[in-house]
């Protein structure tokens, strides 16, 4: 199986950046769509962005549109999310997750990480 761990969270002012990272195991991401997901207290897991196989492709919930960038490096089994102008409603565990087709829904993933805490707070 792919054990899939996330880094890269923490507490940032808004208008700040992060980049959180997801280093995979056991097997190449490669023939897995990568994305992410983040889950506020209290709210759904929702999805933030989402990237094919090779990276050609990808999609970002509009809520972060433009100021999130998902890409990912297959030879380094690494996914990253990039997030610049982050603001309060930022505020979330965000997941990396693989799945074997384009979905949505997390319920199509087959594998998860434990998910980092990311916090936009002045």
């Known amino acids: 199986q792919v054990q899939l761990v996330e880094s890269g969270g923490g507490l940032v002012q808004p208008g700040g950046s992060l980049r959180l990272s997801c280093a995979a195991s056991?097997?190449?991401?490669?023939?897995?769509?990568m994305a992410w997901f983040r889950q506020a207290p209290g709210e759904e897991r929702e999805l933030v962005s989402l990237i094919s196989w090779g990276g050609g492709s990808t999609y970002n919930a509009d809520s972060v549109e433009g100021r999130f960038t998902v890409s990912r490096d297959n030879d380094k089994n690494t996914v990253y999310l990039q997030m610049n102008s982050l603001r309060p409603e930022d505020t979330a565990v965000y997941y990396c997750?693989?799945?074997?087709?384009?979905?949505?829904?997390?319920?199509?993933?087959?594998?998860w990480g434990q998910g980092t805490q990311v916090t936009v707070s002045s």
């Open positions: 056991g097997r190449p991401i490669s023939a897995y769509i």
């Open positions: 997750a693989a799945a074997l087709e384009i979905t949505r829904s997390s319920d199509e993933y087959t594998y």
